[in-house]
């Protein structure tokens, strides 16, 4: 009935998993909330959370200047990566190279492309 209306009740675990808010914490121990279904961007964030009573993840080789930065990008993409790009790189301007609709990553790329220690940490 109700489980059978809304698609069976994977579909509800489903829906209430997208909802569900874990907490990144960086190797030196900063603290970073946001939807899981966000932060499956990342692959091994994603195999982590096949634990269903995930709440929090260490990574403790990100430090946390760059794990907000990650935090970021993840949270503007709405757990949607943007497609890779191709190479090599023909275009000075990064919203050429990345396509159409993904101008905000391009500015975030260009914009941490400046620092490139930070960059590569990415």
């Known amino acids: 009935t109700i489980a059978m209306e809304t698609g069976g009740l994977d579909e509800i675990d489903k829906k209430s998993d997208a909802e569900k808010e874990i907490i990144l914490i960086s190797g030196d121990g900063r603290n970073f909330p946001i939807k899981a279904s966000y932060a499956s961007i990342s692959g ?15 990574l403790k080789d990100i430090r946390g200047e760059i794990l907000e930065k990650i935090v970021k990008y993840m949270e503007n993409r709405e757990g949607k990566d943007m497609e890779e790009m191709k190479w090599p790189i023909k275009h000075k301007d990064m919203v050429n190279n990345v396509g159409k609709g993904n101008e905000w990553c391009a500015k975030f790329i260009d914009e941490e492309a400046k620092h490139r220690k930070n960059f590569y940490d990415m």
């Open 44 to 58: 091994m964030i994603k195999t982590s959370l096949l634990d269903q009573d995930t709440k929090e993840i260490t």
